[in-house]
C-alpha cells in the first residue's frame, strides 16, 4: 500500500460475503476498510467509524448483524472498520493497537507519518469527499461501566445527535490527536457504548446504528431525554516509569495501587475524603491533573495520609479502567468537580 492509496472500499456487501461470525468478517477484512451501504436517499450519507482500537469490539459486532440483516438504510451508510491487524492479533480483541505502534486514535494530527498516521490521513480526507450528515465513532471504555458519548463541540447539533445515542455527554477541549477532533463543519461525536465485553454494550451500539440508519432526522430535538453533561473534564496521568497495582490490599511491589473495584466509581458522585488506593506521600508527585494552561491541579483533588490517597473533594469519574497498561499509557481515569 503506497502512501497515497486510498484504504479499500466494499460496496453492498452481501450476508453470504461476510461469513458466518465477526471473527469470519474481520479475516475477510484483513485490513482497514470502508463499506459502503447504499440507500433509500442517496443525496444524504452519513459515517460510522469503529474499531478504532482492536479491543473494543461491540461496534463491529453491531455491523456485522446490520450488514446481515441486509436493511436498506435511510441514506448512504459510510462504516469504517479500522484496527482489524490490531483486533486479529492474538489473544483476539485485547490490543489496543499492535504492539510497538501507535494508538490509532491519537494519530488524527499531523505529522501523519506514522502508518497509523497515514492510514488517519486517508480516513480525514474521505470524510472530506463524502461530506456527511454526522459522523460517530463507536468504542468501547476500557474498563466496565455505563455508556456516554464525547464530543469537542456542543451546538445544538452535536447535542440532539447526542442524545439519541447516550443520556451522558461530555464536552472536552482536551486534544489528544483523536478522530473526533477533526474539523468537518459537521457533528462529530463519539459513542462509547460501554465496557469491551458487557452485553448491554454491544446493545448500546447496536441501538446506535438502528437510530443512524433510520431516523431521517439526526438533529431534531428529543423529546423527553435528559441528557446529562459533563463539561471539560480533566484526566488523572502518571508520570512514565511509575508502577501500577490493584488490589485489594497495598502492593509491597508497585508505586501505586488502586482498589480493584475502582470502577463502580465510575459516573457517579465520589464524595471528598474517599480512599482510592495506597501510595507514600512522595508519590503524588507522580501524579499530574492538568487544567488547559498546563498546571498541575493534583493536590486539590487528591492527598495522601498514612500511605492512602484519598480524594479531597467531590468528583465525579469517569472512564476509570483497571487495566494497568491503559492507565499507564493512557490516564487512570477522567474527573471533574461534582
Ligand atoms: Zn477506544
Request: net charge negative.
Amino acid at each position: 500500500m503506497s502512501d497515497s492509496t486510498p484504504l479499500n472500499i466494499w460496496s453492498d456487501p452481501t450476508p453470504n460475503e461476510i461469513g458466518n461470525s465477526v471473527k469470519d468478517f474481520l479475516n475477510h477484512l484483513g485490513g482497514p476498510v470502508w463499506i459502503d451501504v447504499t440507500g433509500r436517499d442517496q443525496s444524504r450519507c452519513r459515517v460510522v467509524t469503529t474499531l478504532l482500537h482492536g479491543n473494543e469490539p461491540s461496534g463491529t459486532k453491531a455491523l456485522y448483524q446490520f450488514l446481515k440483516s441486509r436493511t436498506v438504510p435511510a441514506v448512504n451508510m459510510h462504516f469504517l472498520v479500522c484496527s482489524v491487524e490490531a483486533a486479529l492479533t492474538t489473544p483476539e480483541f485485547s490490543n489496543r493497537h499492535l504492539p510497538g505502534k501507535p494508538d490509532m486514535n491519537r494519530c488524527f494530527r499531523p505529522p501523519f507519518d506514522s502508518q497509523e498516521g497515514k492510514i488517519a490521513e486517508r480516513i480525514i480526507q474521505r470524510l472530506q469527499t463524502l461530506a456527511p450528515e454526522a459522523v460517530v465513532d463507536i468504542h468501547n471504555t476500557s474498563g466496565s461501566g455505563p455508556d456516554f458519548t464525547v464530543t469537542s463541540h456542543l451546538t445544538d447539533d452535536h447535542q440532539n445527535l447526542a442524545a439519541r445515542l447516550s443520556s451522558r455527554l461530555i464536552y472536552t477541549g482536551i486534544k489528544l490527536g483523536s478522530l473526533m477532533e477533526i474539523e468537518l463543519g459537521i457533528p462529530v461525536i463519539t459513542l462509547e457504548a460501554g465496557g469491551s465485553w458487557d452485553l448491554e454494550a454491544d446493545q448500546t451500539a447496536m441501538k446506535a446504528i438502528q437510530c443512524l440508519t433510520e431516523q431521517d432526522d439526526l438533529f431534531a430535538p428529543v423529546s423527553g431525554r435528559k441528557v446529562a453533561l459533563y463539561a471539560h473534564p480533566m484526566r488523572l496521568e502518571v508520570l512514565s516509569g511509575t508502577t501500577l497495582d490493584y488490589g485489594t490490599e497495598k502492593s509491597p511491589d508497585t508505586d501505586m495501587t488502586l482498589h480493584r473495584d475502582i470502577e463502580h466509581q465510575n459516573f457517579g458522585v465520589t464524595a471528598g475524603n474517599t480512599a482510592l488506593g495506597w501510595m507514600n506521600e512522595q508519590s503524588i508527585e507522580r501524579l499530574m491533573v492538568r487544567d488547559y494552561d498546563g498546571k498541575n491541579l493534583v493536590r486539590e483533588m487528591f492527598y495522601i495520609k498514612d500511605g492512602e490517597l484519598f480524594t479531597a473533594c467531590d468528583l465525579r469519574l469517569f472512564m476509570v479502567t483497571t487495566r494497568p497498561r491503559i492507565a499507564l499509557s493512557d490516564c487512570l481515569f477522567y474527573l471533574v468537580k461534582a
